[in-house]
């Protein structure tokens, strides 16, 4: 089997045509404004609250920085339980707002929090659950919002991976308190760099918009201590841009999951995730797939480095665990962590990207396929 001319990424971000964006830019040059909430991010805004079909969204220079400010503005204090299974700037932004992680363990089919193993955790010091939606795969959204609830607690979701997931014909932003979603390159859909906040309660929309823009409520007044997280003009066209292409976007990665799919789910070792359940329209955003080494006759870290042989850069995605890193060791455990901790071992994600051509997906499975016979 040959290996690949060109490199094959894990993900490639989507671009419009370079024309298209240019014929775009002269309306930003035209207005001469460039950030602070231009006619570009409002009319953007506008098309988001019509996609999404809520008013209620704030937009952000990034993910992270909206997660920091949705935290900030909710006045979320104490601890907070959350996964470790996930990117680091999911527990970075408790830390930014002094608030203390707990860890609970995660699903082993969803990798999503297990609202099994949250209610041992709570301490009269819990505040919220900051869930996440681990590859855009709805966590299990009426047990929390059951838990919350009798608890008296916030509920956050990350839905940085999330973006175009629909349950029961409505978007994911409509579950929870709150909902951080990143437009970064290399999601789904992006803003080259992006965030957006959906909440529930209108009130926030103030709140956030001060903490955006370094607490001004006009021009003399501070109202109190902000932050910078705009969201620029250019980033708002990219994204407005992008909107259209969402449907393609999702089509295109479903096609590709499902080869993936239909191709290994008879190789012995490589496992995948149930799929979604029926009310859930699933955005494809990635293709996770578990190695079981005993099974599959090399470990997930050998495979991961013997597909670089082939020039296939996959990604062990999310490993290692958010506690094990140097970062948040002194965190206290205190419950096993059994299942994050094997999946993390385990889990691979597989290169997908809309220009990523079926034949390149049925070869990489080819080679796969190869490797473990070897
Ligand atoms: C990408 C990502 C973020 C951070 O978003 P940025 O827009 O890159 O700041 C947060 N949480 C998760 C789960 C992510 O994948």
């Not at 298209?20 to 409002?42: H, M, S």
């Not at 949705?70 to 002094?98: D, K, M, S």
């Not at 992006?194 to 009130?203: A, E, I, S, T």
């Not at 449907?247 to 789910?265: A, N, P, S, V």
Request: net charge negative.
């Amino acid at each position: 089997m040959e290996k690949f001319e060109k490199p094959i990424l894990v993900t490639r971000p989507f671009m419009p045509t370079y024309e298209a964006f240019c014929e775009g830019l002269k309306e930003i040059w035209d207005n001469q404004w460039l950030t602070n909430n231009g006619p570009v991010l409002q009319r953007y805004r506008s098309e988001l609250k019509n996609y999404l079909e809520t008013n209620n969204i704030g937009l952000f220079a990034n993910g992270t920085l909206a997660l920091q400010i949705g935290l900030q503005g909710l006045c979320i204090r104490g601890e907070v339980i959350t996964t470790p299974f996930t990117f680091v700037a999911t527990t970075h932004a408790l830390y930014w707002n002094q608030i203390r992680p707990v860890f609970c363990d995660i699903e082993p089919d969803t990798f999503n929090l297990d609202p099994a193993k949250i209610e041992e955790l709570i301490t009269p010091w819990t505040t919220a659950i900051l869930a996440v939606h681990v590859f855009g795969r709805p966590c299990k959204l009426n047990a929390l919002a059951d838990i919350a609830r009798r608890h008296n607690l916030t509920l956050i979701y990350d839905a940085a991976h999330a973006f175009g997931v629909r349950v029961n014909e409505k978007s994911i932003c409509h579950y929870g308190d709150l909902s951080m979603f990143s437009f970064h390159a290399t999601k789904l859909y992006h803003s080259i760099e992006g965030g957006m906040l959906v909440f529930k309660d209108p009130g926030l929309q103030n709140i956030f918009s001060y903490l955006k823009n370094f607490g001004f409520k006009n021009e003399t007044e501070v109202v109190m201590p902000g932050t910078n997280a705009k969201m620029n003009e250019l980033q708002a066209l990219m994204g407005s841009m992008m909107l259209n292409y969402m449907d393609m976007l999702i089509e295109k990665k479903k096609r590709i999951y499902e080869i993936y799919q239909e191709r290994l789910c008879d190789v012995v070792g490589i496992s995948f995730s149930p799929d979604p359940e029926r009310n859930v329209d699933y955005n494809y955003a990635y293709v996770p797939a578990l190695i079981n080494e005993h099974e599959f006759g090399m470990s997930r870290n050998e495979l991961h480095e013997k597909l670089k042989e082939y020039n296939i850069f996959s990604r062990r995605y999310f490993y290692p665990l958010l506690n094990d890193l140097s970062c948040y060791q002194s965190v206290a455990v205190s419950k096993p962590l059994t299942v994050a901790k094997k999946v993390s071992e385990q889990i691979i994600t597989l290169p997908t990207y809309a220009d990523l051509s079926e034949d390149d997906v049925h070869k990489i499975c080819d080679i796969l396929s190869k490797i473990r016979t070897h």
